[in-house]
């Protein structure tokens, strides 16, 4: 365990670039974005005579209803989610990369055999890379997408305060604990829905000579436009779309967080006038019944497969 | 003696050429070995069998287990240094050191940072700042804190310079061989490593030519410096090698008693640089 734990610091070592700084800037970028763009309002709104907030059916708070704060809490609460989800959309492109390198570059530098003259058993190097990308590197980008979702909130809440409006107490109403709770519990399905992907990506890098990156895009790509040139799925009574869909994009796409969601139960999407609502329809046993899709444990499973192969390919790999 | 490695029909075939062919030799604990042969004679193959890098066939035992199948515990006993700079570049010194420490059992922080402290490395340096001298620095200080019973070394000074070549295999000598462990090395430049060895392998086209210890290798090869009166009679004896020197002849005999050579001129031990010349003759033809 102690040996694993030291694995994954390894990683982070040498990817703290990605893993940390990427999601960091992105968020300090996002931040200053959003600054820019509350003094642009500030200064055109101004010029054109005083700022309104949110258009017309926004109250002062005296007269909000309990159901109007509510409303408001809920849509901070997106509002966090999204940030989380825009910074994990870039972590996932930061792992996407790295799952390609992980098992290929230290081949190509050859540091593979200052590594391999140390007792590591190439299955926890293996895991400790996969365990990084799937859980390390999301976790931090949680964090980090949290925090910047609530420094955003504090942004708006000065600026409304500015304008004698107290968003202090709305800000109260927001469920930051929460929201972080829940994208914290939403890892392990992602992790778990991400498997085919990492494996793919990680197989592609442990097996390829060179450019593990063409390989890990034209295979599945390449099949694709095979298949549906030729038609091939009509063999199995399945359209050429369902290769791409359970195949193609599951091989590709499914860091992308919450490429779930077609395959959970279907939404039932309240009024959208009312975020608390949809933010309830949103919740984690909602998320977490894409348990019950075939292609979550098929591509889990493909997934453990190839991660398997990757291992095989770290053992035997003989470069000269 | 215990033999720490015992290869028996060592062979490996890559697509284009058979890497090693049939190699069969044993090396004793306590010993330093040189492996040495030309480019593409099997060295590096052979090494990489032994660490369990490569697959194989034949019987190979080291420490008594199959580094095919054991290689994780193996590993714990054996040590590699692979070429110079195979340390990732991204790593800072002192990360070096707490990684190896925290995953190898049998690594000595202390004497690894007395080692350390001998040079002018800096623990937040990373590898890419590094001198290629310093990475070899670096590398061997962390080995030789390992207490392994088995230290295998493929061409460990290759691009350095005179200074740390010298520096390197002084330390291995002083601070780190003793009667426990045993070192495996291959290297192209044999005159530095003539002092040090105790045995001497020489592999040719993946098969083990020479398998000698140095003591045995005064005894059977001698090197006479013949006049050219007596240039004729050296030839009749079959020498290995012949060669010119101002007008006189340098003739490498094997096996041939020691009285006989001393009737044509002085007799030398031969160097191994010498030895490996004659031995290897039409390599490359």
Sequence with gaps: ?320 | MTAVVTATGLSKRYKSSQALDGATFQIGSGRIVGLIGPNGAGKTTALKAILGLTTFEGQLNVLGLDPRKDRDKLMEQVCFIADVAVLPRWIRVKDAVDFVANTHPRFDRAKCDAFLARTKLQPMQKVKQLSKGMIVQLHLALVMSIDARLLVLDEPTLGLDILYRKQFYQSLLEDYFDEEKTILVTTHQVEEIEHILTDLMFIRDGKIVLDTDMDSLGERFAEVLVGAEFAHAARELKPLDERQVFGKSIFLFDNVSRPELERLGEVRRPSIGDLFVATMKGTYA
């Design chain 1, 1 to 320: 365990m102690k040996t694993f734990y030291w694995l994954v610091k390894r990683e982070f070592w040498e990817h703290k670039g990605g893993f940390f700084w990427a999601p960091v800037v992105t968020g300090i970028v996002f931040l200053v974005l959003n600054g820019m763009g509350i003094v642009l309002g500030e200064v055109f709104g101004r010029k054109w005579g005083g700022l309104r907030f949110g258009g017309g059916d926004f109250h002062m708070q005296s007269d909000m209803s309990l159901a109007d704060l509510r409303n408001v809490g809920a849509g901070i609460d997106i509002m966090l989610y999204t940030v989380a989800a825009i910074i994990l959309g870039v972590t996932a492109i930061v792992v996407f990369f790295y799952c390609l390198g992980a098992l290929y570059d230290d081949r190509r530098d050859r540091s593979i055999l200052f590594w391999k003259s140390l007792p590591l058993s190439d299955t926890s190097t293996v895991l400790s890379k996969l365990a990084s990308a799937a859980l390390l590197a999301p976790a931090i980008a949680i964090v980090v997408g949290v925090i910047v979702g609530l420094v955003l909130a504090l942004f708006l809440a000065v600026v409304a305060t500015i304008h004698g409006l107290s968003l202090w107490s709305l800000l109260m109403e927001a469920h930051p604990l929460r929201v972080a709770m829940n994208l914290v519990l939403l890892l392990p399905l992602y992790a778990i829905w991400a498997l085919p992907t990492l494996g793919w990506l990680l197989l592609c890098s442990a097996w390829a000579k060179s450019k593990p990156f063409l390989w890990a895009i034209a295979l599945p790509v390449g099949s694709g436009v095979i298949v549906s040139w030729f038609g091939l799925m009509g063999l199995f009574n399945l359209s050429t779309d369902w290769y791409w869909k359970n195949v193609v994009s599951r091989l590709l796409g499914s860091l992308v967080p919450g490429s779930w969601v077609g395959n959970a139960s279907p939404l039932v999407i309240p009024g959208h006038n009312d975020p608390a609502a949809l933010l309830d329809s949103l919740d984690l046993a909602y998320h977490y019944s894409a348990l019950a899709s075939p292609s979550l444990w098929i591509g889990a499973t493909a997934g453990a497969a190839m991660i398997a192969g990757a291992v095989w390919f770290r053992r035997w790999r003989d470069e000269s």
